[in-house]
Structure formats: C-alpha cells, structure tokens
C-alpha cells in the first residue's frame, strides 16, 4: 500500500503508443492499476495502452479509473461465487 494519503493525486508521464502522456490519479487507484498489470503480467504502460486502445469517448485518468472498478467488481463477484 502507499504511503500517500487516498485522495491526493498523483500525475504520471507515460508513453502510449510512442507518444507522452500524463496522467493524473489518485494514489489507490495507481497501485491497482499495478496489481492488476503484476497480475497479468503487464507493465504498467501495456495496460494504459490497453485501456487507452479500447476507451469510449472519455479522459484517460476516468477511462483508468473504470477499468480499476470493474476489475474489483469482478473480483468480488469471483469471491462471492456470483
């Protein structure tokens, strides 16, 4: 867990699709979004490429939130045998 206080931002240059970005998120949803890349074996920047690729007509920093809520909504729905 970070050490950060939840609801501070934090902003992020990543490179997507050969192209600088930056990307401001809250601190939980940063290492989520790490989790969930450690855990398929992504880096993190293939995973914001992913969701950047498939994003409807949204901010990247909204899209990345998102995708972290149903991920954990899926995970819960696992855990509770839904």
Not at 24 to 47: M, N, T, V, Y
Not at 55 to 76: C, D, G, M, P, Y
Request: no cysteine; proline share 4%.
């Amino acid at each position: 867990m970070s050490s950060r206080p939840a609801h501070t931002s934090v902003k992020h240059s990543v490179s997507i699709a050969g192209h600088p970005t930056s990307i401001s998120l809250e601190a939980p949803f940063w290492d989520e979004l790490k989790r969930l890349a450690a855990q398929r074996g992504l880096s993190l920047a293939a995973l914001i490429g992913e969701v950047d690729a498939s994003r409807q007509q949204t901010n990247l920093s909204s899209a990345l939130r998102l995708h972290v809520l149903a991920a954990v909504k899926r995970e819960a729905e696992i855990a509770r045998g839904d």
